[in-house]
C-alpha cells in the first residue's frame, strides 16, 4: 500500500528516509555523501515521482521502492 509521504509530519518522514538510507549501504563512488545529503536525495525522488514510501501488511514495515513504469 502506498504511503502519501507529503502527509506525513516532516520529522517523520525524516526518520523514514534516514532509517531507509543507513539500511541501503549504497555506494557513491569515490566522493562520500553525509546523512543529510543521501536524506535530501530521496525526498528528491520522492517529489520527481521516481520512487514511493508503501507499507507492507505482511511485514508491517515501510520501506521506499522505485514507481511502477520508471
Known amino acids: 500500500m502506498e504511503i502519501p509521504w507529503q ?5 517523520t518522514l525524516t526518520n ?6 543507513l539500511r541501503e549501504g549504497t555506494d ?4 562520500e555523501k553525509s546523512l ?3 536524506v535530501d536525495d530521496v525526498r528528491a525522488q520522492l517529489a520527481r515521482k521516481e520512487v514511493m514510501l508503501v507499507y507492507s ?3 508491517e514495515t515501510v520501506t521506499i521502492v ?3 513504469g520508471r
Open 36 to 38: 543529510a545529503e543521501k
Open 57 to 59: 501488511e505482511l511485514h
Open 7 to 11: 502527509q506525513l509530519d516532516p520529522d
Open 28 to 31: 557513491y563512488g569515490e566522493q
Open 16 to 21: 523514514v528516509l534516514e532509517s531507509f538510507v
Open 66 to 68: 522505485p514507481r511502477p
